[in-house]
């Protein structure tokens, strides 16, 4: 079994405990080993919410009736029992079509611009990976998407945008992801999909979950 980076426990709030990777390391593999401690927590049952990030774990347990040192052990016991680098078949590929550039894409053109791509190479170099959902996050049913092509990482935008829409598909630092709902938001908006990946009367109303894989199919544009 391969070891994961070392990690640090430290107190989260009175009731709480987060373990945190010093070295990011691979996030991908971090990502998934990181659900499947929770995984392991969620069923032992002992903590009332555990929540994976893409390089920690929260834990979260009722003062009244565990102790928080009993916590932090099978927290710790977890984190070392868990195989790392192992990681588990995504239970679902989702394909999601997208319309690159144009309308559904404002920022398309300034990202070509800044990478240095033609049209056609950003969008090959964006749809080719499949990408696993690392973590949820930011607004309800928002995937991290990773790992995505180094050429294509750029900072958020300076001033966030009041509203992108519903299926908006952007980029930010390392990261790539689609709006499920329309918010506000700062990444960089390269693209859409007219797939609707949230359904209010489904009792699974976000189409993605941690550790899904994703793969974008190119669409032409509407």
Do not use: Q
């Amino acid at each position: 079994m391969t070891r994961p980076p070392a990690w640090e426990t430290v107190p989260f709030g009175e009731n709480g405990w987060l373990a945190r990777w010093g070295d990011a390391g691979d996030d991908v593999a971090l990502a998934l080993h990181a659900h499947a401690v929770a995984a392991g927590l969620r069923a032992a049952g002992e903590a009332s919410d555990v929540v994976p990030g893409v390089d920690s774990i929260a834990v979260r347990f009722d003062l009244g009736s565990i102790a928080p040192e009993r916590v932090r052990v099978r927290l710790e016991e977890a984190l070392a029992a868990t195989p790392f680098g192992e990681p588990r078949p995504p239970a679902k590929t989702l394909e999601i079509p997208i319309a690159y550039g144009g309308a559904s894409g404002p920022d398309f053109d300034d990202l070509c611009a800044r990478t240095g791509l033609s049209a056609e190479a950003l969008i090959e170099a964006h749809a080719s990976p499949v990408y696993r959902v690392l973590m949820i996050g930011f607004a309800p049913g928002f995937a991290y998407l990773g790992p995505l092509d180094p050429r294509l990482r750029a900072p958020r935008l300076e001033t966030p945008r009041p509203r992108v829409a519903a299926g908006s598909v952007g980029v930010a630092g390392d990261r790539t992801g689609v709006y499920p709902l329309a918010s506000p938001g700062g990444w960089r908006i390269i693209g859409r999909t007219p797939a609707r990946l949230f359904d209010p009367a489904s009792p699974v109303p976000f189409s993605l979950e941690p550790g899904d894989a994703v793969r974008f199919v190119p669409l032409s544009e509407p």
